[in-house]
T-cell receptor, first 116, second 114 residues
Framework: AQTVTQSQPEMSVQEAETVTLSCTYD???????LFWYKQPPSRQMILVIR??????QNATENRFSVNFQKAAKSFSLKISDSQLGDAAMYFC?????????????FGKGTRLSVIA | ETGVTQSPTHLIKTRGQQVTLRCSSQ?????VSWYQQALGQGPQFIFQ???????GRGNFPPRFSGLQFPNYSSELNVNALELDDSALYLC?????????????FGPGTRLLVL
């Protein structure tokens, strides 16, 4: 079974600085998706960024980018120019690609605080 | 806003009762997945519905059941509630067949079992 590990329960960053959240996963599949979701106190799980495993290029969405290391099974999220609104729980998630009913497998999350 | 809605937002029940949670999927989506998120944990997959049939299930007992309707909305039913069922219940909708199949989440229903 696939597992996702987030080793940092809590992180903090100064406003306008850069922070990196770590994620590792375990799978025997060769094709899959990886995601970072953000969950603010309002509880809505919001998609931040997505990476297809077959793509070597790291995904980027505005201030958010990933460092995807397939051989190391590592998928970290970098947030640049941090803003107060970035404060939230961040979840790394894995999803197999081969069948339509493959669920998301989540890590336990990292709570990010942004200091003004 | 993802276009996925859930009701109610909060619910308090007592042990042994039954509860029904509802989810309306995003327009154009045909698949609904349900997740349970205990306090301080990541979401855990309960089951998924596609074309009105259960299409995958996580490690949850049969007292967790669901439905999907022709308009792709869905219900999660939990019978014989236990204290450990207290959690945030999230539904996520997606469009199977488009290849990308990203799941978009609703705001969740917070269930408290006393």
């Amino acid at each position: 079974a696939q597992t996702v590990t987030q080793s940092q329960p809590e992180m903090s960053v100064q406003e306008a600085e850069t922070v990196t959240l770590s994620c590792t996963y375990d799978t025997s599949e060769s094709d899959y998706y990886l995601f970072w979701y953000k969950q603010p106190p309002s509880r809505q799980m919001i998609l931040v960024i997505r990476q297809e495993a077959y793509k070597q290029q790291n995904a980027t969405e505005n201030r958010f980018s990933v460092n995807f290391q397939k051989a190391a099974k590592s998928f970290s999220l970098k947030i640049s120019d941090s803003q107060l609104g970035d404060a939230a729980m961040y979840f790394c998630a894995y999803r197999g690609i081969n069948t339509g009913n493959t669920p998301l497998v989540f890590g336990k999350g990292t709570r990010l605080s942004v200091i003004a | 806003e993802t276009g996925v809605t859930q009701s109610p937002t909060h619910l308090i029940k007592t042990r042994g009762q039954q509860v029904t949670l509802r989810c309306s999927s995003q327009s154009g989506h045909n698949t609904v997945s349900w997740y349970q998120q205990a306090l301080g944990q990541g979401p855990q997959f309960i089951f998924q519905y596609y074309r009105e049939e259960e299409n995958g299930r996580g490690n949850f007992p049969p007292r967790f059941s669901g439905l999907q309707f022709p308009n792709y909305s869905s219900e999660l039913n939990v019978n014989a509630l236990e204290l450990d069922d207290s959690a945030l219940y999230l539904c996520a909708s997606s469009r199977r067949g488009q290849g990308r199949e990203t799941q978009y989440f609703g705001p969740g229903t917070r269930l408290l079992v006393l």
